[in-house]
């Protein structure tokens, strides 16, 4: 028979994986490895501190039998601790922001966690901050355990027992960087502390997205106010006992259109389907292979799974609100699909045999100055508000005319997949361009509904 005990036993001892294509693409000679965190059972690095903190709340008799575990968590952690909860029969109870993905939100509820959620914006020691609510929960609750793996030793010293020899052992001994977030700091801290003591000269990067103060307090002491920034799980505003500055050489800054657009290069280019801070830590590595001699190992952590944010930088859609898509994946149907100005999402149409009268309503009702005529589904023409209004002056009974006597020619038609470039193009010369989809007009694109869209 062979068998686990139980899921926990899946955890830790995931595999290194060599980057190919994008490392050949950059000509960077220096080998870069992926820590596959995101094969643990819970999909990210957290679920090794979830099984540590809760056996040592157990040894040192914190949590009870039937006891309850709180925490503050952008997700992955809250993952941890309830795989490791659901196995032993504890309650969780979940603190997290409104910036974490619905998607993390719905998987610790599906793991029977009670999850409040709390606005991302609270500063730290005010009652709304996550920290503070949990602890308030915690304190409120009895037979609890609040872990809090800001500041709890048994955070880095999961990775100083497994994550650390893991990477030693599984390069050989010839690991020379590693690249890795900082959250809590217990990955860096822990796996940086173990390989330091096994080679002082590996070099132990972290990587920080631009916003987050760690950087500058690493570099000067000091601790600047924090910006907002859209990659979850690492960066701080302020410092955390976990996180061991001496333990690290340097920190790297990383935008977040960087550590998404690395994240999703990893998918399509590698298979490595992973989140945005893993895209953070991929970013340093090239940056830190790029400059290496061609003998370095680099290892960074692929922190978490691209499933937990398929809603958010893995979604084109969610790309372009925040103004992040490379202008080449923007294409006609993407812009129909994503409008957010004044014009109506639903096509709006009239049909040839209709009247000027009716044509005229319609682009009032819907607030339009331009509309295409239809016939099952084809563009047959096009009418424009200041092109009748013209003509009324002239003769007030062109309100009763057809359409078909009046209309103007088509607006340009193109397949939902034109990109962004073409589109522009075509609006230079029409007012409008129509998207086909199977022979289908399905929708109408204007010049202001590209206006706000990066080129
Ligand atoms: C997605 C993600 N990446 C990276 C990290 C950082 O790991 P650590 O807390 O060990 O610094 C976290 C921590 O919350 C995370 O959720």
Not at 168 to 193: A, L, Q
Request: hydrophobic share 35%; proline share 5%; with cysteine.
């Amino acid at each position: 028979m062979k068998a686990y005990d139980n899921i926990l036993g899946l955890i830790g001892n995931t595999p290194l994986v060599r980057i190919n294509n994008i490392t050949k693409k950059q000509k960077i000679k220096a080998p870069i490895y992926a820590k596959m965190e995101s094969l643990n059972p819970g999909y990210s690095v957290k679920d090794r501190i979830g099984v540590s903190m809760i056996d040592w709340a157990e040894k040192e008799g914190v949590l009870k039998r039937g006891g309850t575990i709180i925490e503050a968590t952008s997700g992955n952690t809250g993952i941890g601790l309830a795989l490791t909860a659901a196995v032993r029969g504890y309650r969780c109870i979940f603190v997290l922001t409104d910036k974490v993905s619905v998607e993390k939100v719905r998987y610790l509820k599906s793991m029977g966690a009670d999850v409040v959620v709390v606005p991302a914006t609270a500063k730290p020691g005010t009652p709304d901050h996550y920290h503070e609510t949990a602890a308030r929960i915690a304190r409120e609750t009895p037979n609890s355990f609040y872990p809090d793996q800001y500041a709890h030793p048994a955070n880095p010293a999961a990775h100083y027992a497994t994550t650390g020899p893991e990477v030693w052992n599984d390069t050989g001994g010839k690991i020379t960087h590693f690249i890795s977030g900082i959250g809590t700091g217990g990955t860096i801290s822990g796996t940086g502390r173990y390989l330091k003591e096994m080679n002082p000269k590996i070099r132990i990067i972290g990587a920080d997205p631009y916003g987050s103060i760690f950087k500058t307090y690493k570099e000067s002491g000091r601790v600047p106010e924090s910006t907002p920034y859209l990659v979850e799980g690492i960066g701080q505003s302020l410092p955390v006992s976990n996180a061991n500055m001496s333990v690290i050489d340097e920190i790297l800054n990383v935008t977040d259109r960087e550590s998404f657009d690395y994240a999703r290069q990893l998918s399509r280019q590698e298979g490595i389907f992973c989140g945005g801070s893993t895209g953070t830590n991929f970013a340093a590595a090239l940056k830190v292979a790029k400059e290496a001699a061609e003998e370095s190992c680099v290892v960074f952590i692929v922190c978490d799974t691209g499933e937990h944010y398929l809603s958010k930088f893995h979604s084109d859609e969610w790309m372009k609100e925040k103004l992040l898509l490379e202008p080449q994946r923007i294409t006609g149907g993407l812009i129909a699909e994503t409008k957010n100005g004044t014009s109506p999402k639903e096509l709006v149409f009239v049909t040839p045999d209709e009247t000027v009268g009716d044509a005229l309503e319609r682009m009032n009702a819907n607030g339009v100055t331009q509309i295409p005529v239809l016939e099952e589904h084809r563009s047959v023409g096009s009418l424009r508000e200041s092109f009748i209004l013209t003509k009324l002056l002239a003769d007030r009974e062109m309100l009763n005319a057809k359409v078909r006597d009046v209309m103007d020619k088509s607006f340009p038609v193109v397949e939902v997949d034109t990109s962004l470039a073409e589109i522009k193009s075509k609006l230079q010369r029409s007012p409008a361009v129509l998207l086909e989809d199977f022979k289908r007009i399905t929708a109408i694109i204007t010049r202001s509904d590209v206006l706000d869209i990066q080129s």
